[in-house]
């Protein structure tokens, strides 16, 4: 009797051993790609690089930094919405607040009087962050901005609002987040001006707000009143249902610059949309910078712009065209620019 017990605890042994051989075998090398990796332990939280292969976080850390406040994701929307709001308005001075990994509804950042860094670990969705009109000094950092409800009646995404009223809003960053389903950056449309705005290294992809939202202000990003400087870099704009990037309602100071951006398949109307409504584009001292972008079968128009907004501020340069379907290639290239629909 003695012998089978053994005998079976050894062949249960060996078995194990050759499980844990074959798992060891299997580990993913981990190849450091150009995605970023956020993870939180013990209030620190550490980003490193993504492995292009599994998608795991690899042994190359870019940046670790102290969390003011760790929010603890319970499933309850409205209390850790809550509880983001209470770290901001509790805090001495600017706060650094990291959201744990969850499904998160709503939650409210800036004007606190302090600056605020949300940033969340790797997989957190949240529907919408409403960015408090007055905030000065914002940076959303690694979110998944996801939903795909017909049924709300918001549109899940990143958004200026204001209490009612005009509102100013300056030097906002949102960094490392990705949209799909009705997810969009929406910002300040008649509702106050944004000044220093930043977008960067953000992916739009599958971005079919036209459900409910047949309205070319759910652009994937839709820009309103702007001062100072607007960027937008290194993003990826894939499958999106309406506009990629609208540029609307200009009545004020201010350059764009969008660059190194990737754009295919823009479904129903531009990649770049750019209108002036109530002056010139001169009158109003805005430029418009285009360049390192790739244009890759959108499947529509590149650009628009309304009549008003001359070519005299316009600058696009450097930028790669590919597959561009017939029907709308009728521009003339010239002038060292490179389409003169502008
Ligand atoms: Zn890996």
């Not at 079976?8 to 194990?16: G, H, K, R, S, W």
């Not at 770049?272 to 001169?282: C, G, P």
Request: with cysteine.
């Amino acid at each position: 009797m003695k012998r089978i017990v053994s005998l079976i605890i050894t062949a249960f042994i060996l078995t194990a051993c050759i499980f844990t051989f074959s798992a060891c075998k299997e580990k993913c090398e981990h190849i450091a790609g150009n995605e970023q990796f956020y993870a939180e332990s013990g209030g620190v939280v550490t980003i490193s690089k993504k492995c292009k292969m599994c998608g795991e976080a690899t042994d190359e850390v870019i940046d670790t930094f102290n969390a003011d406040a760790v929010i603890k994701y319970t499933g309850n929307r409205t209390a850790d919405g809550n509880e983001v709001t209470k770290a901001q308005q509790t805090a001495n001075g600017d706060i650094t607040i990291c959201l744990k990994k969850g499904t998160y509804g709503q939650i409210y950042v800036g004007d606190f009087e302090k600056k605020v860094r949300l940033v969340a670990e790797e997989g957190t969705r949240v529907e919408v962050v409403q960015v408090n009109g007055g905030a000065d000094g914002v940076t959303i950092e690694n979110i998944d901005i996801y939903y795909n409800d017909p049924e709300t009646d918001y549109s899940p995404c990143i958004k200026f609002e204001t209490a009612g009223g005009f509102s100013y809003w300056s030097n906002i960053t949102i960094k490392n987040c990705n949209f799909s389903g009705l997810g969009t950056i929406n910002s300040a449309w008649k509702k106050g001006v944004v000044e220093n705005l930043i977008v960067d290294g953000c992916t739009f992809k599958d971005v079919t707000n036209n459900v409910n939202y047949e309205d070319s202000n759910l652009s994937a990003i839709f820009i309103g009143e702007t001062w100072g400087t607007t960027v937008i870099k290194n993003c990826h704009f894939e499958h999106i249902a309406y506009s990629a990037i609208r540029l609307g309602h200009y009545s004020v100071e201010g350059e764009t610059i969008i660059e190194n951006c990737y754009f295919k398949d823009i479904v129903r109307n531009r990649c770049i949309m750019f209108t002036a409504k109530n002056e010139t584009l001169q009158d109003c001292q805005v430029s418009l910078v285009v360049r390192g972008c790739i244009f890759d079968d959108t499947g529509a128009l590149r650009f628009t712009k309304s009549t008003t907004v001359t070519n005299s501020n316009l600058y696009v340069y450097a930028n790669t065209w590919r597959q561009i379907p017939t029907s709308i290639d009728n521009a003339t290239y010239y002038d060292a620019r490179e389409q003169s629909e502008l």
